[in-house]
């Protein structure tokens, strides 16, 4: 590494070296080192200042006014907005709402994918065609799938209604009931995603060698004791990343829901994004939203660190989160 | 990887772009008068993304540009429903456009609060003169008049007179209990009473608003207005009479799902002949063409019901327009632009077009052609009392609250008196 740059790398004649020289040397060159890291981050650190830290501040400094976001914040109200907020029965359902997608994703959405993924691992015709399927509907944006579906599940004109109704089936009230609509968000959502983490999947199951489940069936293992003991445990660290990336995502939903439903029949399908978005620019309580903001990102912020400190510690090794009780 | 070079060619490059983003501003506002030969450029924001308004202002736009070469203006139209946040965003950041459509009430005096809107009274005291007080009333406040309407109109139930004979209804109803009845019969006849658009909730709130008007009267409201207070039992018997309504499961299935425009929203369905009717504005017509096949002559017109014992006079309208206001910085052009657009033999072409309703108080009437238009224009020239849309009347969130708990009463979650606590909570939040 120290012989590859700086302009006085020279291959060194022996071991011991001149000493001396050498220590100034590589004090000079760690300096510029140093300067060279800084310019090279320096435009991301601008942007990442600019764009992410200054909105978070913005947001936690207006998420203490009661501001209709017409004109400078004036009105102190201290927690008040998070008192508020926790004690709505609208913000309560948007952490139950988000709970039942998260444990939907993890128990049904993630297990398909992992399903599948497994299933276009092995030697079958038309291989590539099908993981290009499956990976299709990740490619287009929540907006277009949220138009596209709202067709869709249309009581009356729509795709779903039109077959059931051939089949000779009762037409269902998908978005429209408060009952039924968490379930057809869950199924939008997983149409959308399930090809994304399929991916991550299959990734992860070529990088596991051949021979150990070669080897795994020598030993007299079936399909499913080498599923178990060899596949699922080496693919663990996927597992982990997608895990993160589903719950992340699902904290965050916005998109699909707002075209959906926005949020409705009676909030049913509420998630906090879209209150944030209500109360922001349709009911111009900027104040409220900001709290909400503030709320969504320490979810987020409390979950993601936990996440890596507790779970992908094994993955992560020397990240920042676990530099401390490096062993 | 990048060369040293490179680096810097970055850095600046981020420098020069957070310097782009501040060159952008204060365009407009140095600009000197309209007639001068000074280069003046305003921006127009409005809602005209469909016909017949978006020719009628692309002309207009045109002719006044032909006149006036040194002027330009930016038409930028935007959909109606991301108008609003699109505006709230520039208004917080402590401006306004130039000239931009506002539906005057409670949105329309934060802004004037603010700071960001012209007080026309003087400026425009040619124009203001002509416009009649109905059209004129949600864009003033303390005496002052800071916008400008270019459409007035209310909201009435349109229903679909074949559906109505075949039910054996002969005469539109004009109490409560004649509205129910007439429910109940279009239902025995196996035909959906009436089409809602439960998602955009605005609709589902001409309910509530009109059955409170009919039994409170106009003067409640603008006590609940003041007093913030909209727990009376008045109001609480307009939820408990719209209840009466929803138990007898008029709407179309999955109503709570559906649209107004969508292609099976609301307007479709009744353009489609599959609801007896539908309670809207003045609009109604044109958007049942546009997202269905419209009724042609078989599309009526009534007023919303009077409810038996109730306060209200049943000549009394809801309903409201479509206004532009100026911003503060805006460059004289822009006012100018706006009267321009509203001389009679300029504004009288888009009532012509079927896109508004008249607002001014001469030279307009023999422009109404299309016979909805004028029934509509009629019914509210002859109007004893006129309310604006609650969720214009008042400030954003309260109006936003009407919506959101009648939708709920609407879907069976919310009761009538939690309704109107809800309502009366917010009230009292946003006023403190």
Redesign the interface.
């Given at each position: 590494m120290k012989t590859m740059t700086g302009p006085d790398a020279r291959p060194a004649l022996s071991p011991e070296g001149p000493a001396p020289a050498r220590r100034r040397g590589r004090g000079s060159r760690r300096g510029r080192g140093w300067v060279?890291a800084i310019?090279?981050v320096?435009?991301a650190l601008?942007?990442f200042a600019?764009l992410v830290l200054a909105p978070i501040l913005v947001a936690g400094y207006t998420s203490l006014y009661?501001w209709?976001?017409?004109?400078?914040p004036s009105n102190f109200v201290g927690l008040d907005n998070f008192t508020?907020l926790f004690a709505s029965d609208i913000f309560v359902g948007d952490l139950r709402n988000g709970g039942i997608l998260i444990v939907l994703g993890l128990l049904v959405q993630l297990p398909l994918s992992l399903g599948l993924a497994v299933m276009l691992n092995q030697r079958i015709r038309g291989r590539a065609f099908y993981r290009l399927l499956f990976f299709a509907p990740y490619m287009l944006s929540e907006a277009i799938i949220g138009v596209l579906f709202?067709?869709i599940?249309?009581?009356?004109?729509?795709l779903a209604n039109r077959m059931l109704v051939s089949w000779g089936l009762e037409?269902w009230?998908?978005?429209?009931?408060?009952d039924t609509?968490m379930f057809s968000l869950f199924l939008v959502i997983t149409w959308k995603y399930f090809g994304f983490h399929m991916i991550l999947y299959l990734a992860g199951l070529q990088g596991i060698p051949r021979e150990l489940s070669e080897a795994a069936r020598i030993d007299g293992a079936g399909s499913w004791n080498v599923f178990r003991h060899v596949t699922l445990p080496l693919l663990g660290p996927t597992i982990r990343v997608s895990v993160f990336l589903s719950i992340i995502g699902t904290i965050q939903l916005f998109d699909l829901v707002w075209i959906l439903?926005?949020g409705?029949?009676?909030?049913a399908s509420e998630t906090m994004a879209v209150s944030m978005?209500?109360y922001?620019?349709?009911?111009?309580?900027?104040g409220y939203s900001s709290a909400i903001s503030v709320v969504m990102f320490l979810i987020s912020l409390v979950f993601a660190l936990g996440y890596q400190r507790f779970v992908l510690r094994r993955d992560l090794e020397g990240a920042s989160t676990t530099m401390g009780d490096r062993r | 990887m990048?060369s040293?070079r490179g680096?810097?060619a970055?850095?600046v490059?981020?420098l020069l772009l957070?310097a782009c983003s501040t060159s952008g501003e204060g365009g407009g506002a140095t600009s000197g008068a309209a007639a001068g030969s000074e280069k003046v450029t305003f921006e127009f924001w409005n809602l005209a993304t469909a016909e017949p308004m978006k020719t009628f202002w692309a002309e207009r736009i045109k002719e006044y540009q032909a006149a006036h070469p040194n002027v330009t203006i930016k038409n930028i139209a935007i959909e109606n429903d991301s108008y609003?946040?699109k505006l709230?965003?520039l208004?917080?950041s402590?401006k306004a456009p130039d000239l931009y459509s506002t539906w005057g009430g409670g949105?329309l005096k934060?802004?004037v609060?603010?700071?960001?809107v012209k007080d026309l009274t003087s400026d425009a005291a040619d124009v203001i003169g002509g416009i009649t007080p109905a059209a004129l009333s949600a864009y003033q406040f303390d005496g002052k008049t800071y916008g400008l309407p270019t459409d007035i109109g209310m909201v009435g139930f349109w229903y679909n007179k074949a559906l109505f004979k075949k039910a054996g209804i002969t005469e539109p109803p004009t109490t409560w209990t004649g509205f129910l009845d007439t429910v109940k019969k279009l239902k025995a006849d196996g035909t959906t009473p009436i089409a809602l658009a439960?998602?955009a909730?605005w609709p589902g709130h001409y309910y509530w608003s009109y059955l409170a008007m009919r039994v409170a009267g106009l003067e409640a409201f603008k006590q609940a207005g003041t007093s913030n207070d909209f727990t009376g039992p008045d109001f609480v018997a307009a939820g408990q009479k719209l209840k009466e309504l929803v138990d007898l499961q008029p709407f179309?299935?999955?109503?709570?799902?559906?649209?107004y425009s969508?292609?099976?929203g609301q307007a479709?369905?009744m353009g489609n002949g599959?609801a007896g009717m539908e309670l809207m504005g003045q609009w109604a017509p044109s958007v049942q063409k546009d997202s269905g096949k419209g009724l042609g002559d078989d599309l009526g017109f009534f007023t919303f019901p009077a409810v038996e014992g109730g306060k209200g006079a049943p000549g009394d309208a809801f309903g409201g327009g479509g206004g532009l206001a100026v911003g503060v910085n805006a460059p004289p052009a822009a006012l100018d632009f706006l009267k321009f657009s509203l001389k009679a033999e300029n504004h009288s072409k888009a009532v012509k077009a079927g896109g508004v309703l008249p607002v001014l108080k001469q030279g307009e009437e023999a422009a109404v052609t299309d016979p909805h238009v004028k029934t509509v224009s009629e019914t509210l020239a002859a109007a004893t009392g006129f309310q604006l849309y609650l969720d214009q009347e008042y400030?954003?969130?309260v109006g936003?609250?009407i919506n959101d708990s009648v939708?709920?009463l609407i879907?069976?979650?919310?009761t009538p008196e939690e309704v109107v606590k809800s309502i009366t909570e917010t009230a009292k939040?946003e006023s403190?």
């Open positions: 060279t310019l090279f320096l435009p601008v942007l600019l009661k209709n976001g017409i004109g400078p508020r709202s067709l599940l249309s009581p009356e004109a729509g037409p009230t998908w978005l429209s009931e408060p609509v439903t926005g409705g029949p009676s909030h978005f209500e922001g620019f349709k009911r111009s309580q900027i | 990048l040293r680096v810097v970055l850095a490059s981020t957070g609003k946040p709230a965003t208004t917080q402590g949105v934060q802004h609060e603010a700071g960001l439960g998602k909730k179309q299935k999955g109503f709570q799902g559906a649209d969508t292609p099976d479709a369905t599959k400030p954003p969130a936003q609250e939708a709920e879907g069976g979650t919310k939040a403190e």
